[in-house]
């Protein structure tokens, strides 16, 4: 994706920022959350390190090899989904990596269940 919209010299968004717009139009019109979530690789976002406890533990499935994470609770559905990170990605994400190791990123979506 990010070889599509992004190159170093033309100043363009990412798309994980761009993306932005299109979690907080979810999130507007639908009250459906969605954040993107560092698993084991840098955050280049602070705002991207796990914040919760299912956050916390999704990052331990996906970090384990997982491809998805998810459970339900009294108001809300929550899932959290893996990302591969390709070796595009990791030169900004894992600069200074010494493996060639699977790397991963996450996105987490937040349904509220309607009564």
Known sequence: MHRDFFRDDEGLAIPSRSLED??????????VQLRW???NADAMNIDHSPQ?????EAVEALAAGKQEFETSE???YRYAGSIR??????KCHAPRRTSTEGRVAGLVIAIPFKN
């Open 74 to 76: 009294t108001n809300v």
């Open 52 to 56: 919760t406890d299912f956050e916390r």
């Open 37 to 39: 979530l560092a698993v």
């Open 85 to 90: 990170l390709s070796s595009q990605c990791l």
């Open 22 to 31: 299109v979690f907080k139009e979810l999130a507007d019109r639908f009250d």
